[in-house]
Structures are given as structure tokens and as C-alpha cells.
């Protein structure tokens, strides 16, 4: 599926780790997420989290359930979309942010789905499931978008405005393609914002559904993140993302909700490039790799009593998910580790800390904690099979 438009050559995701990978690592990491970088971008996740709180705020007058993984996604992708090209690709509750969510959604699912052609390639041919046929319809609804998003910009900074009129992602890497002997083209940025876009949101926004589920489905844990928030905030007080390093329990659940439902159960899958032997094992040249993290978070000789929700577990040792423990490596580990990290870390502990501190939360029609429905569907990201619906009550 990945090779749909050829983005298996250019993207970032998929190519082998030869030069044309660093280039594009490299430019991930100095024009998007290094520290200054994400730091200098900070406000733009607060507002985009602030119009969140506001549009909760206004449902609770109605008393209606939210759907909570649709909101969070939105400001996801207005936080992404804005960081990388100035824009606001979404609106709550509007259908332009269904079709968006819609796209990336199902370009997750598509991806997640065992393909039987990558298993017998003579079936690619004929596409047994169908999934090369809809992926292209979807890659290029998406592409259709980045291109009139890009061709603006170029002809922008042709005109009298000057080379830097948004002085954002897309404008870094513009700059970065008007270098002499430029390493990145036109074609790299739009399929690199394409791999950005789809790696970033539904990974992100899954996290915090999950997160706020588990959460009601274990209330005294809300309370203990609430009384936290509160302890380090004070009543009114807005979370800002300096403040995370704070909220020890806050973090402890983050991790749990790793551990339990990582976003990318089997990471993604990657080939050897040549024979190799691990721990006695020989993985053949070419085999395809799918490391089973999801299952060793629920591993019994790792984690005690594994299928139980207990982010205490996390404050008693200092396990982190950033590639050196590897209990726990929702993001992968080595070279080929998330580049998005440290911007998924921002954003997903800033969203869950606004959403509990600033709101108490019940589930719709007198449902008990204990009757929630927490089984899980696969695509590309693992999701709740049932989406999350719940009650927000302004302010605690
Ligand atoms: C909770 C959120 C996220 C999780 C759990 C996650 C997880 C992962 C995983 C498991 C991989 C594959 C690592 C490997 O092959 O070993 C990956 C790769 C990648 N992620 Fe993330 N990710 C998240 C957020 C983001 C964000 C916010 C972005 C960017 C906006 C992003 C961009 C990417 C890209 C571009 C790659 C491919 C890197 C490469 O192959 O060199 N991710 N991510």
C-alpha cells in the first residue's frame, strides 16, 4: 500500500536508512522537533488546547455526551496543521473535519490490515481486498490538499512578501529547497508533511482517548490525577507545558496507557536488509519485522498483574518510553525511533492534564465504570472499538 504514487521511494517512513533518510531526519530534527523549535511553537499548542477547553465548556451546557476521541483529534490536527503550515485544517463538530479525520482515519485502518498481496505478490495484480484501490483514492484526496497548500505558499514567497511570510515548518523546509545543491525537493516535503500528518494525529489523539477511558473506567485514579493537577496548579490555574515535568502521577499514567494500549501495537513493519542474528536467532535477509510491543506490555514475567491499570507501577521505578528501556518502547527504539516524540509528549500530556483539571467527567445514561466496553480494534493505530462518549461538567 505504501507504494501507492511511489511513496514507498521518497518517504521518510518506509525508504531504508541510506542518505536521502538522514537528510530528511535531519531536517525533522532541527526544523521541527528540537527543543528551541518546539519551545518557539509552544503558544500555538496553547491556544489550539484553549479553543478545545472552550468548546467543551460550551457542551456542558447542553449536557450532552462528547465524542472524546473526535474533539481530541481535532485539536491535534489544528496543533499539527498549524505548526507545520499555518492553517487550521479542522473545525469541531464540522464536516470538513469529519472528511479529514475520515481520510486519516481509514488510510490507518488500511495500513493496519494484514495485506494477503504482501504475503503472495502475485495477488497484488488483483488486489484481492480492495485496499490499493481505496488507499489511492485517499492518497490522493490528501495529496490534493498539501499540493494547493504548497503552491500557494511557493507563489507567496515569489511575491513582494518575501521568502519568509509564515515562518513556520513549511517555510523552513521551502528555504531549505532553495539552497544551492539542495537535498530536499518539492516532492520530499509534500510526501514528508503526508508521513508527518498521518504518523502524528491518530497516534497522538489515540493516546488521550484511551488515556481519559481508562480514567473513567477506574475513577479513584481520576481523582488522585485530579487532586495532583490541583496540588500543582491551584484551582484556575491553565496547564502550559513547562508544568508537565510536575505532574509526577499525570506522567505515571501516560506510561500506563502505553504499556496497555500502544498506539502502534506492532511499531512499524521493517525489513533486514541482511542476514542478522539476534539472541541466538537468524532473521533471514528480507524477512518482514513486526515487533509485538502490545503484547510485551502485557507480558507476566515483565509487568505484575499486566492486564490491570496501575500507573503507580511507574512511580516506583524509572521506566521511560524514549527508547532506552525496552519494557516499554511505544515509539521504537534506536536510529529508526518516532522523530515526533517529543512533540507527541508535549501535546498528549497537555491535552489529558487541560482535560481532567479543567473538567469533571460522568459516562452517559447512569452507565457504571465497570460496564464500559475497553475492547480494542486494529488498524494502523489501536483504537477503542466503541468510541469513547462522556459527560464534561464545567469546571471542578
Ligand atoms: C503517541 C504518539 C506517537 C506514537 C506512539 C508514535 C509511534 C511511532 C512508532 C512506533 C514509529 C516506528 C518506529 C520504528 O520503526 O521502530 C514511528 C515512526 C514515525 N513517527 Fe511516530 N508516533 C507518535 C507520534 C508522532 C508524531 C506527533 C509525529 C510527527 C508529527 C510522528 C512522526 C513519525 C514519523 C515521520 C515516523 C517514521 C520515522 C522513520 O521511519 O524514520 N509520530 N512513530
Known sequence: ????????????????????????????????????????????????????????????????????????????????????????????????????????YCLAQEAGKPNLADFFPALSLVDPQGIHKRTRIYFAKLFGIFDGIINERVQLRASSKGPKASNDVLDSLLTLNEEDNSKISLRDIKHLILDLFIAGIDSTSSTVEWAMALLLHNPEKMVKAQDEL?????????????????????????????????????????????????????VPKNAQILINVWAMGRDLSIWPNPNLFMPERFLEHGIE???QDFELIPFGAGRRICPGLPLANRMVHLMLASLVHNFAWKLPDEMKPEDMDMEEMFGLTLHKAKPLQAIPITSL
Open 230 to 282: 490541583e496540588e500543582v496548579l491551584g484551582n484556575n490555574g491553565k496547564v502550559q507545558e513547562s508544568d508537565i515535568s510536575k505532574f509526577h502521577y499525570l506522567q505515571a499514567i501516560v506510561k500506563e496507557t502505553f504499556r496497555l494500549h500502544p498506539p502502534a501495537p506492532f511499531l512499524v513493519p521493517r525489513k533486514a536488509v541482511a542476514d542478522v542474528e539476534i539472541c541466538g536467532f537468524i
Open 321 to 323: 518510553f524514549k527508547g
Open 1 to 104: 500500500m505504501a507504494k501507492i504514487f511511489d511513496h514507498h521511494k521518497v518517504s521518510m517512513g518506509w525508504i531504508p536508512t541510506n542518505s536521502h533518510w538522514r537528510n530528511l531526519r535531519k531536517a525533522c530534527v532541527m526544523e521541527i522537533f528540537a527543543q528551541q523549535r518546539l519551545e518557539a511553537t509552544q503558544a500555538l499548542r496553547q491556544t489550539k488546547v484553549q479553543e478545545l477547553l472552550d468548546y467543551i465548556n460550551q457542551s456542558c451546557k447542553s449536557g450532552a455526551p462528547i465524542d472524546v476521541g473526535q474533539v481530541v483529534f481535532t485539536t491535534t490536527l489544528n496543533a499539527i496543521s498549524n505548526t507545520f503550515v499555518s492553517i487550521d485544517l479542522a473545525q469541531y463538530g464540522s464536516n470538513l473535519s469529519h472528511e479529514f479525520q475520515h481520510l486519516v
